[in-house]
């Protein structure tokens, strides 16, 4: 696994460009083609009970999903939007410490085939599965979304 450079210049954009990201104290963990893996500290993103706020777990999974497309996206040269087409979350215990979000292609999702129909459409749609793994190991919350990449129009 790396962090490289790609990945560093990605996130500095996020915090700069989505004020929620730069609240929640957003850093790089981890990087590699197939995995992207954000963290953030507990304090700036709990709730009254004192454990993670389920709206900072279902972000910081969301954008660590949008970062993978993006970062495949520009590793391949492409200066395309990628929006989150669909998802749906589950929360399956509280977290109580700083947490991670570890992003990757769902099963039968491949990156031949996305980028094939963005050569070929212009455009293309991805299933990323995103976690946060909980002090047991086992998931704390889970996102399965659907990411879409358009050629930017400006």
Request: charged letters at 25%; a neutral charge.
């Amino acid at each position: 696994m790396h962090s490289d450079n790609t990945a560093s210049q990605l996130l500095r954009f996020i915090r700069d460009k989505i004020p929620l990201a730069r609240a929640m104290d957003l850093e790089l963990l981890a990087y590699d083609d197939d995995l992207l893996v954000l963290g953030a500290p507990l304090a700036p993103n709990v709730n009254d009970k004192g454990c993670a706020f389920g709206g900072s777990l279902v972000s910081l999974m969301t954008l660590c999903g949008w970062g993978l497309v993006e970062l495949a996206l520009r590793r391949h040269g492409y200066n395309y939007d990628v929006f989150v087409g669909e998802s749906a979350v589950r929360y399956l215990q509280p977290v109580w410490a700083d947490f991670r979000a570890e992003a990757r292609l769902a099963g039968g999702a491949d990156w031949a085939g996305f980028f094939d129909a963005l050569r070929t459409r212009g455009k293309a749609r991805i299933e990323v599965d995103c976690s946060v793994p909980g002090a047991d190991g086992k998931p704390a919350a889970t996102l399965t979304a659907r990411f879409v990449a358009k050629a930017r129009t400006d």
